[in-house]
Structure formats: structure tokens, C-alpha cells
């Protein structure tokens, strides 16, 4: 009895220490790389297809969209004062847009939009919160299959 409670508790103690963490502004502070799992993320959705005809679409995409994600890689870099600069490397070229961040009320990481006139380009929308789980940053909406996260550069 004691070694079932014993394990219970302990059982307890590691799933509270994975979960999510309120975010710090000293552990924001940084580079950190985006890591999309899209093959992950195609997997996914080929399973949740409404049909078979979608299911096959999804599986045949997944490799050359794989193939096209290699070749790109998004880094944010949190600066103090609630700064951020978004660089994008693809295909041997950079481009670079800052923002702003802030740790909302709840302890979580918000990217506010980036507003540019001449791009299209919007990292996040406010209501998207980064949590804090294992020393990445995961999004909400992926939380659950942390599919796309943050991870961390130095």
C-alpha cells in the first residue's frame, strides 16, 4: 500500500513539473529557433481526412512541403524592452522584422502581430499564448502534439 501511494505521489510530482511553466522574462531572453515537425503535422491531418481521396492529397504533399521546410529556417531573437527580431533564412537569403512580446497576466509568452504595410507577413496573432514545457516554448495550439515549437539557440 504504502509503495502504491509512494508511486501515485511521485507519479503526481513528475506530471506537474511538465507541465506547462509561467514564462520568465530572464528565460525569454534570447535566440530561439522555430521548429516546424511537418511531416508530423501532415500525418496528423492525413488522419483526420474526411475522405480517402483528402487522406491520399495530404500524403502526397507531405514530402514536397518537407522538402521545401529543410530549406527554411525562423529564428526569434527576444530582446529586453519587449524588442523582437524575426529572421527568416530560405534558399541562401534573409530577411529580418522586428516586433514586440510581452508575458500576459496567465504567466504566457505573446507575440504581438507584426504590422507592416508593404508585407503580409504575421508571425501571431495576440490571442496565441507560448507556454513554457520542458525548456521549449510550445504554442497553445499545439501544445497537446507539440508539433511546432521553439527551441532555444543560446
Given at each position: 500500500?504504502?509503495?502504491?501511494?509512494?508511486?501515485f505521489?511521485?507519479?503526481?510530482?513528475?506530471?506537474?513539473?511538465s507541465?506547462?511553466?509561467?514564462v520568465?522574462?530572464?528565460?525569454?531572453?534570447?535566440?530561439?529557433?522555430?521548429?516546424?515537425?511537418?511531416?508530423?503535422?501532415?500525418?496528423?491531418?492525413?488522419?483526420?481526412?474526411?475522405?480517402?481521396?483528402e487522406?491520399?492529397?495530404?500524403?502526397?504533399?507531405?514530402?514536397?512541403?518537407?522538402?521545401?521546410?529543410?530549406?527554411?529556417?525562423?529564428?526569434?531573437?527576444?530582446?529586453?524592452?519587449?524588442?523582437?527580431?524575426?529572421?527568416?533564412?530560405?534558399?541562401?537569403?534573409?530577411?529580418?522584422?522586428?516586433?514586440?512580446?510581452?508575458i500576459?497576466?496567465?504567466?504566457?509568452?505573446v507575440?504581438?502581430?507584426?504590422?507592416?504595410?508593404?508585407?503580409?507577413?504575421?508571425?501571431?496573432?495576440?490571442?496565441?499564448e507560448?507556454?513554457?514545457?520542458?525548456?521549449?516554448?510550445?504554442?497553445?495550439?499545439?501544445?497537446?502534439?507539440?508539433?511546432?515549437?521553439?527551441?532555444?539557440?543560446?
Open positions: 500500500m504504502k509503495r502504491t501511494i509512494a508511486l505521489v511521485f507519479a503526481l510530482c513528475v506530471s506537474f513539473f507541465d506547462a511553466q509561467k520568465k522574462e530572464k528565460d525569454i531572453i534570447g535566440t530561439w529557433k522555430l521548429v516546424i515537425d511537418i511531416n508530423e503535422e501532415m500525418e496528423e491531418e492525413a488522419d483526420e481526412a474526411d475522405s480517402m481521396l487522406e491520399v492529397f495530404i500524403k502526397a504533399i507531405s514530402g514536397f512541403v518537407g522538402g521545401i521546410m529543410e530549406d527554411i529556417e525562423i529564428y526569434f531573437e527576444f530582446q529586453p524592452d519587449n524588442d523582437l527580431k524575426i529572421t527568416v533564412n530560405a534558399y541562401d537569403e534573409t530577411e529580418t522584422e522586428r516586433g514586440s512580446w510581452y500576459n497576466k496567465r504567466g504566457y509568452l507575440i504581438e502581430d507584426i504590422e507592416d504595410d508593404d508585407d503580409d507577413f504575421n508571425i501571431s496573432s495576440d490571442d496565441d507560448w507556454k513554457l514545457i520542458d525548456g521549449i516554448l510550445v504554442s497553445d495550439e499545439h501544445e497537446r502534439d507539440r508539433n511546432v515549437y521553439m527551441t532555444k539557440v543560446n
